[in-house]
């Protein structure tokens, strides 16, 4: 079946390091994948996305590339901020067997220290 | 910025209430979507539409119920509440292939 991993948290950096959140996913077809972001007391906010194989998705620093051949959309951002910190949803959606339904990982906190 | 309303943000009520999860989108989307997030972070579907009239249990057994008369609108309810409905509830519309999120409501059942 359609699924995503993500790696576990806490991921506890400090200011100014490199960024990376691991996330591989399992499906069937063409997926689009994506990238959410939860700051605390809020909804989730679409961070990136990437539609296609080699694809690569950008925002506020952030980007990660559809990886076909390895099945992986790995989060990266060169220098993070205090401001960073929040907890980060893989996602895959359109996948063949249920086009509609979104699957998600279980999210990974990440603690950015000053 | 997707235009998607969540009230109340913040609910604590006693066992036995009946309450509603109100869900509105401005943006026009047919589908939309409720989830439950336990404090672990995972997100569980547990109703979505595919448009007015049209509603589905999703993946996680919920004693709640939903409703879609309008497009824009797509609230909860919860006939009794108990101490194990309390979590966030997330509600989601969606477009071709982003979802968008609400801010969410934060329950508690006393």
């Known amino acids: 079946g359609n699924s995503v991993t993500q790696m576990e948290g806490p991921v506890t950096l400090s200011e100014e390091a490199f960024l990376t959140i691991n996330c591989t996913y399992t499906?069937?077809?063409?997926?689009?994948l994506f990238w959410y972001v939860q700051y605390p007391g809020e909804g989730l906010q679409l961070l990136l996305k990437a539609t296609k194989a080699d694809d690569k998705g950008s925002n506020k620093g952030f980007e990660a590339t559809y990886r076909k051949e390895t099945t992986s959309f790995h989060l990266e951002k060169g220098s993070v901020q205090v401001s960073d910190s929040a907890v980060y949803f893989c996602?895959?959606?359109?996948?063949?067997?249920?086009?509609?339904?979104?699957?998600f990982g279980s999210g990974t906190k990440l603690n950015v220290k000053p | 910025e997707a235009d998607i309303y969540q009230t109340p943000r913040y609910l604590v009520i006693g066992t036995g209430k009946k309450i509603t999860l109100e869900c509105s989108q401005t943006m026009g989307h047919d589908k939309m979507y409720w989830y439950q997030q336990d404090p672990g972070m995972e997100l569980h579907l547990i109703h979505y539409s595919y448009g007015v009239n049209s509603t589905e249990k999703g993946d996680l057994s919920s004693e709640s119920t939903v409703s879609r008369i309008r497009t824009e609108h797509f609230p909860l309810t919860l006939e009794s509440a108990r101490p194990s409905h309390t979590s966030q509830y997330l509600c989601?519309?969606?477009?071709?292939?982003?979802?968008?999120f609400g801010p969410g409501t934060r329950l508690t059942v006393l």
């Open positions: 989601a519309s969606r477009n071709t292939d982003t979802q968008y």
């Open positions: 499906a069937t077809g063409y997926p689009s």
């Open positions: 996602a895959l959606s359109g996948a063949y067997g249920n086009f509609n339904k979104f699957y």
